[in-house]
């Protein structure tokens, strides 16, 4: 019988030909692009510039110099750093050994540091000088040996102090920038370990690997419409599910990575002008901050800046107002267990005939995934059967595709769990809509059930934005004699704006809402917020359980 190309046995023998089974790994783009751009800006950071040709030999010495520390292939790094070359490098460098990078959150506590160093199996500890006390206090509770690099920023001003490691530009000194490295073995090969920000218990160590970081990677490209004249400013957090990989994104198309220590109004709107920022990422409260930001910070540009935000849903009257400052928004939805952000608010052309808040509201939904993902569903989470595409019928969000996370890190049933069915269930409820774009309405523990009545804590703090004296909302549960939940509202004013009492706000939402959703409570103050600045709502949902019921009005 002659071969077929169908034929199984065919099939195999010709995936182990060498020329056509190359491991996917994001380690590819730093290559082409130091080979094809040598000479083009990679990085800038203050007064720094390192070309593609330099920012490669970096991360070649980073590599070097790891292996020369006993670095080798399944051994973890972790870094502790803002966003700086430095943690860029790491995303390369650390890789190109076939260790596991472990980029941690700089907002956490020693405490939990600790556990993370530990848990991770961390043999080595890069750490931004202005950190050195969280660094130092961690590896004390860590009570082993580790390898310890601190960086000195000349960015920092002088924060921080040293920590008893070896400098981080002696330590590359150390390395040899023609250090060939290699790739992967196995694209499923484990090249990341990102902990999720729990809200109770410790965090749980999500495991990427290569093939999921270049899918992902090409995923924000497409998504986000990059190209070689991308100049991406670095308002998200790198060590935010890999800076939601766009890390690995901007190099595989030779854009430039603009750094940012610190995330400000004052420093971004400059950075903006004088880098000529294309494209930046934030959750909705970065995009906040920089709309309540004083007007002597918002200085103009003479061009669009595309900004993608996720991580919650942005209420409508952002996208508008951010609009009004020359920006335009793309709304991106994802978890850490799936890279990041997996879907898109694709742009249909005919919302532009659309008043703006009608606009606004279509492009605030979660939308469609990224061709890079398989697949997403909206499902009942007793029948697993999809929900009707009707705008109303609330299910779970469910994800399956390459750039699904591997697994938590010692924690099978964790990942049992949550894979059950043969897909990841992220425990966001969402409806789908008739034109089959998805729009979460909340996290399942945050829906407010009032007389049998389920409210979107979402819906009613999307009414509570739109008031010209509210600038951040957030709606919780608490107990209700009558109704057994109402919605319980905290907000925060907006600086110098009017002053308004509890009343005025129920007014507001009277306008907005149909009766059984309007907060029966409101409490005024500032929010609580988690590591990565989300605000807490199991903090505001304890609070909420000590809140006596207000008379009926």
């Not at 998200?236 to 766009?246: D, E, I, R, S, V």
């Not at 009257?317 to 799936?338: C, D, K, N, P």
């Not at 061709?371 to 779970?396: F, I, N, W």
């Amino acid at each position: 019988m002659s071969e077929s190309p169908g034929d199984s046995a065919y099939q195999r023998d010709l995936a182990k030909n060498p020329a056509n089974h190359v491991p996917l790994t994001p380690l590819s783009f730093l290559a082409r692009s130091a080979a094809v751009y040598p000479d083009k800006i990679a990085v800038i950071h203050g007064r720094q510039r390192y070309t593609y040709r330099h920012f490669a030999e970096r991360c070649h010495r980073l590599a070097s110099a790891l292996a020369r520390a006993g670095v080798g292939k399944g051994d973890t790094v972790s870094v502790l750093a803002p966003n700086i070359p430095a943690l860029l490098e790491a995303h390369y460098g650390v890789p190109m050994l076939g260790a596991v990078l472990n980029a941690i959150n700089i907002r956490l506590d020693a405490d939990t540091v600790a556990f993370i160093l530990e848990h991770g199996g961390a043999k080595v500890l890069i750490a931004d000088r202005e950190f050195a006390e969280v660094a130092q206090a961690a590896v004390r509770k860590l009570g082993r040996d580790i390898v310890l690099v601190e960086i000195d920023d000349p960015e920092a001003g002088g924060a921080g102090h040293s920590f008893g490691g070896i400098d981080y530009e002696a330590f590359l000194e150390q390395g040899d920038p023609g250090f060939a490295g290699a790739l992967p073995d196995d694209e499923w090969q484990a090249i990341a370990l990102n902990y999720t920000s729990g809200t109770t218990g410790n965090p749980k160590g999500v495991v990427y690997a290569h093939r999921g970081a270049y899918l992902n990677a090409i995923g924000q490209i497409l998504a986000f419409g990059l190209t070689p004249k991308t100049r991406y400013l670095w308002t998200l957090p790198m060590f935010h599910c890999n800076g939601w990989t766009y890390t690995w994104a901007v190099t595989a198309i030779a854009g430039t990575h603009v750094c940012l220590r610190r995330v400000d109004p004052a420093l971004i709107f400059p950075a903006i002008r004088d880098h000529t920022v294309t494209h930046m990422c934030g959750a909705p409260i970065v995009l906040n901050m920089m709309i309540h930001a004083p007007e002597e910070q918002k200085l103009r540009f003479d061009h669009t800046v595309e900004v993608a935000t996720g991580g919650a849903a942005p209420p409508s009257s952002v996208i508008e107002r951010m609009e009004a400052m020359g920006f335009r928004v793309t709304h991106l939805y994802g978890l850490t267990e799936t890279y990041g952000p997996s879907t898109v608010c694709d742009w249909q052309e005919g919302w532009a005939e659309l008043e703006l808040e009608q606009r606004s509201g279509k492009m605030a939904r979660q939308g469609v995934h990224y061709p890079t993902l398989q697949g997403m569903r909206v499902v009942d989470p007793e029948t697993m059967l999809d929900v009707s595409a009707d705008g109303e019928t609330l299910g779970e969000v469910l994800f399956r595709g390459n750039t699904v996370m591997m697994g938590y890190l010692k924690n099978p049933a964790a990942s049992d769990e949550a894979f059950a069915g043969g897909w990841y269930h992220s425990g966001d409820l969402a409806v789908l809509h008739p034109d089959g774009y998805m729009e979460v309405k909340d996290r399942a523990k945050d829906i407010i059930i009032s007389g049998g009545e389920n409210i979107s804590s979402l819906e009613v703090e999307e009414a509570l934005y739109r008031h010209p004296s509210i600038m951040e909302a957030a709606v919780v549960a608490r107990p209700d004699e009558k109704w057994g939940e109402s919605p319980c509202a905290f907000v925060t004013l907006k600086p110098g704006a009017p002053i308004i009492d509890a009343e005025t706000v129920i007014d507001w939402c009277r306008q907005k809402l149909a009766r059984y959703k309007i907060p029966r409570t409101i409490v005024f103050g500032p929010l609580p917020k988690t590591s990565t600045g989300k605000i807490q709502k199991f903090v505001l949902r304890q609070q909420a359980q000590h809140i006596r019921n207000n008379p009926e009005k």
